[in-house]
Protein backbone atom coordinates (compact mmCIF):
# COMPACT_ATOMS: atom_id res chain seq x y z
CA UNK A 1 0.00 0.00 0.00
CA UNK A 2 0.72 3.69 -0.16
CA UNK A 3 3.50 4.52 2.50
CA UNK A 4 5.63 7.95 3.34
CA UNK A 5 8.68 7.96 5.06
CA UNK A 6 10.19 10.66 7.10
CA UNK A 7 13.84 11.77 8.27
CA UNK A 8 14.05 10.34 11.92
CA UNK A 9 14.20 13.46 14.56
CA UNK A 10 14.64 15.29 16.72
CA UNK A 11 16.18 17.74 14.50
CA UNK A 12 17.76 20.65 16.41
CA UNK A 13 19.33 24.07 14.62
CA UNK A 14 20.15 27.30 15.32
CA UNK A 15 18.47 30.25 14.29
CA UNK A 16 18.57 31.24 10.51
CA UNK A 17 20.32 28.43 9.52
CA UNK A 18 19.04 26.42 6.83
CA UNK A 19 16.43 23.50 6.70
CA UNK A 20 15.62 20.19 5.12
CA UNK A 21 13.43 17.58 6.50
CA UNK A 22 13.40 14.59 4.06
CA UNK A 23 9.89 12.81 2.76
CA UNK A 24 9.82 10.23 0.28
CA UNK A 25 6.88 8.16 -0.63
CA UNK A 26 5.81 5.28 -2.49
CA UNK A 27 2.31 4.83 -3.97
CA UNK A 28 0.59 3.19 -6.49
CA UNK A 29 -1.16 5.97 -8.77
CA UNK A 30 -0.06 9.71 -9.03
CA UNK A 31 -1.26 11.34 -5.19
CA UNK A 32 -1.02 14.63 -3.36
CA UNK A 33 1.21 15.24 -1.32
CA UNK A 34 0.96 17.27 1.62
CA UNK A 35 3.29 18.72 4.44
CA UNK A 36 1.78 19.66 8.04
CA UNK A 37 2.77 21.03 10.62
CA UNK A 38 1.51 20.65 14.97
CA UNK A 39 2.59 23.38 17.05
CA UNK A 40 2.76 22.57 20.75
CA UNK A 41 -0.69 22.03 22.26
CA UNK A 42 -2.51 22.25 19.08
CA UNK A 43 -3.97 20.27 16.12
CA UNK A 44 -2.16 19.58 12.36
CA UNK A 45 -2.19 22.74 10.07
CA UNK A 46 -1.38 22.25 6.65
CA UNK A 47 1.45 24.23 5.76
CA UNK A 48 1.61 23.36 1.95
CA UNK A 49 1.04 21.19 -0.47
CA UNK A 50 1.79 20.07 -4.53
CA UNK A 51 -0.70 18.42 -6.42
CA UNK A 52 1.32 16.99 -9.53
CA UNK A 53 4.86 16.74 -10.45
CA UNK A 54 6.91 19.48 -10.35
CA UNK A 55 4.35 21.45 -8.35
CA UNK A 56 5.93 23.55 -5.95
CA UNK A 57 4.54 24.56 -2.56
CA UNK A 58 5.02 27.12 -0.97
CA UNK A 59 3.94 29.11 2.36
CA UNK A 60 5.69 30.65 5.68
CA UNK A 61 8.96 30.63 3.99
CA UNK A 62 8.81 27.18 3.57
CA UNK A 63 8.86 24.87 0.17
CA UNK A 64 8.66 21.90 -0.84
CA UNK A 65 8.80 20.40 -4.93
CA UNK A 66 6.87 17.43 -5.99
CA UNK A 67 9.42 15.14 -7.47
CA UNK A 68 8.01 12.09 -9.05
CA UNK A 69 11.20 10.55 -10.33
CA UNK A 70 12.67 10.80 -7.07
CA UNK A 71 9.27 10.43 -5.34
CA UNK A 72 10.72 12.84 -2.75
CA UNK A 73 8.77 16.35 -0.97
CA UNK A 74 11.97 17.27 0.83
CA UNK A 75 10.70 20.14 2.84
CA UNK A 76 13.08 23.31 2.98
CA UNK A 77 13.62 26.64 4.40
CA UNK A 78 16.44 29.08 4.02
CA UNK A 79 16.48 30.86 7.41
CA UNK A 80 14.88 29.45 10.67
CA UNK A 81 13.02 31.25 13.44
CA UNK A 82 12.62 29.87 17.06
CA UNK A 83 8.64 29.94 15.88
CA UNK A 84 9.13 27.42 13.46
CA UNK A 85 9.64 24.71 16.33
CA UNK A 86 6.79 22.28 16.04
CA UNK A 87 6.46 18.90 14.46
CA UNK A 88 6.19 18.27 10.89
CA UNK A 89 4.29 15.37 9.03
CA UNK A 90 4.56 14.94 5.49
CA UNK A 91 1.66 12.98 3.86
CA UNK A 92 -0.12 11.68 0.92
CA UNK A 93 -3.47 11.36 -0.57
CA UNK A 94 -4.55 9.17 -3.30
CA UNK A 95 -7.63 11.11 -4.95
CA UNK A 96 -7.54 14.96 -5.53
CA UNK A 97 -7.58 16.72 -2.44
CA UNK A 98 -7.10 15.61 1.30
CA UNK A 99 -9.34 12.65 1.39
CA UNK A 100 -7.65 9.53 3.15
CA UNK A 101 -4.69 10.94 4.20
CA UNK A 102 -1.40 8.86 4.83
CA UNK A 103 1.60 10.29 7.18
CA UNK A 104 4.96 9.81 7.73
CA UNK A 105 6.07 9.58 11.24
CA UNK A 106 6.68 13.12 12.05
CA UNK A 107 10.11 14.96 12.49
CA UNK A 108 10.57 17.41 15.46
CA UNK A 109 12.06 20.57 15.10
CA UNK A 110 13.62 22.64 17.14
CA UNK A 111 15.07 26.08 17.51
CA UNK A 112 17.24 27.01 19.22
CA UNK A 113 18.10 30.93 20.03
CA UNK B 1 -9.25 28.90 8.20
CA UNK B 2 -11.84 26.36 9.51
CA UNK B 3 -11.51 25.40 12.75
CA UNK B 4 -12.54 21.55 14.29
CA UNK B 5 -12.18 21.32 18.14
CA UNK B 6 -12.02 18.14 20.10
CA UNK B 7 -12.79 17.41 23.33
CA UNK B 8 -11.93 16.39 25.68
CA UNK B 9 -8.45 17.25 25.40
CA UNK B 10 -7.07 14.63 27.88
CA UNK B 11 -8.80 12.54 29.89
CA UNK B 12 -8.01 9.27 32.06
CA UNK B 13 -10.27 6.61 32.60
CA UNK B 14 -10.07 3.48 34.37
CA UNK B 15 -10.08 0.00 32.91
CA UNK B 16 -13.20 -1.47 31.61
CA UNK B 17 -15.56 1.63 30.91
CA UNK B 18 -16.25 3.78 28.11
CA UNK B 19 -15.12 7.12 26.89
CA UNK B 20 -16.47 9.15 24.35
CA UNK B 21 -14.57 11.70 22.12
CA UNK B 22 -16.12 14.66 20.41
CA UNK B 23 -15.00 16.36 17.00
CA UNK B 24 -17.02 19.53 15.86
CA UNK B 25 -16.51 21.49 12.76
CA UNK B 26 -16.81 25.20 14.41
CA UNK B 27 -17.69 26.82 11.46
CA UNK B 28 -18.32 24.64 8.85
CA UNK B 29 -20.15 21.64 8.15
CA UNK B 30 -18.36 18.71 7.16
CA UNK B 31 -20.35 15.23 5.43
CA UNK B 32 -16.77 13.88 6.31
CA UNK B 33 -14.62 13.19 8.92
CA UNK B 34 -11.73 10.71 9.93
CA UNK B 35 -10.54 9.59 13.12
CA UNK B 36 -6.72 8.73 13.73
CA UNK B 37 -4.32 7.07 16.24
CA UNK B 38 -0.99 8.36 17.04
CA UNK B 39 1.41 6.18 19.03
CA UNK B 40 4.35 7.67 20.74
CA UNK B 41 7.31 8.85 17.94
CA UNK B 42 4.86 7.06 15.54
CA UNK B 43 2.94 8.57 12.46
CA UNK B 44 -0.66 8.91 12.45
CA UNK B 45 -2.91 5.71 11.53
CA UNK B 46 -5.81 6.20 10.00
CA UNK B 47 -8.80 4.36 12.13
CA UNK B 48 -12.01 5.32 10.13
CA UNK B 49 -13.72 7.44 8.12
CA UNK B 50 -16.98 9.18 9.32
CA UNK B 51 -19.67 9.91 7.02
CA UNK B 52 -22.45 11.83 7.99
CA UNK B 53 -26.24 9.99 7.96
CA UNK B 54 -24.24 6.36 7.28
CA UNK B 55 -22.17 4.12 8.73
CA UNK B 56 -18.39 4.47 9.35
CA UNK B 57 -15.64 3.08 7.30
CA UNK B 58 -13.31 1.02 9.34
CA UNK B 59 -9.76 0.57 8.44
CA UNK B 60 -7.95 -3.27 8.22
CA UNK B 61 -7.82 -4.60 11.58
CA UNK B 62 -10.13 -1.73 13.72
CA UNK B 63 -12.33 -2.83 15.45
CA UNK B 64 -16.21 -1.86 14.66
CA UNK B 65 -17.61 -2.84 18.24
CA UNK B 66 -14.62 -1.53 20.13
CA UNK B 67 -14.18 1.91 18.57
CA UNK B 68 -17.80 2.91 18.19
CA UNK B 69 -18.71 6.00 15.45
CA UNK B 70 -21.31 8.33 15.07
CA UNK B 71 -21.55 10.73 12.95
CA UNK B 72 -25.33 12.49 13.49
CA UNK B 73 -25.01 16.11 12.62
CA UNK B 74 -22.96 17.79 9.09
CA UNK B 75 -20.98 19.51 12.10
CA UNK B 76 -20.25 16.69 15.13
CA UNK B 77 -18.76 13.44 15.07
CA UNK B 78 -18.12 10.77 18.13
CA UNK B 79 -15.69 8.44 18.94
CA UNK B 80 -16.67 6.33 22.09
CA UNK B 81 -13.95 3.40 23.04
CA UNK B 82 -15.66 0.54 24.37
CA UNK B 83 -14.48 -1.22 27.29
CA UNK B 84 -11.20 0.33 26.96
CA UNK B 85 -8.02 -1.38 28.13
CA UNK B 86 -4.96 0.15 28.91
CA UNK B 87 -2.76 -1.16 25.58
CA UNK B 88 -6.28 1.66 24.18
CA UNK B 89 -4.02 4.39 25.86
CA UNK B 90 -3.04 6.56 22.76
CA UNK B 91 -3.70 9.62 21.29
CA UNK B 92 -6.49 10.21 19.22
CA UNK B 93 -7.07 13.09 16.33
CA UNK B 94 -10.11 14.00 14.12
CA UNK B 95 -9.76 15.85 10.65
CA UNK B 96 -13.41 17.27 9.20
CA UNK B 97 -13.06 17.33 5.06
CA UNK B 98 -14.03 20.82 3.70
CA UNK B 99 -16.36 20.89 0.73
CA UNK B 100 -13.43 22.08 -1.20
CA UNK B 101 -11.15 18.79 0.05
CA UNK B 102 -9.11 20.36 2.75
CA UNK B 103 -8.46 18.58 6.01
CA UNK B 104 -8.55 20.51 9.00
CA UNK B 105 -7.76 19.05 12.24
CA UNK B 106 -8.66 18.68 15.60
CA UNK B 107 -5.78 19.25 18.49
CA UNK B 108 -6.21 15.52 19.68
CA UNK B 109 -7.25 13.69 22.91
CA UNK B 110 -4.62 12.14 25.11
CA UNK B 111 -6.29 9.03 26.42
CA UNK B 112 -4.81 7.14 29.44
CA UNK B 113 -6.76 3.84 30.47
CA UNK B 114 -5.18 2.99 34.13
Known amino acids: GDSVTQMEGPVTLSEEAFLTINCTYT??????LFWYVQYPGEGLQLLLKATKADDKGSNKGFEATYRKETTSFHLEKGSVQVSDSAVYFCALSDHQGAQKLVFGQGTRLTINP | GAVVSQHPSWVICKSGTSVKIECRSLDFQATTMFWYRQFPKQSLMLMAT?????????EQGVEKDKFLINHASLTLSTLTVTSAHPEDSSFYIC??????????FGQGTRLTVV
Open chain 2, 95 to 104: SALLDKGEAF
Open chain 2, 50 to 58: SNEGSKATY
Open chain 1, 27 to 32: ATGYPS
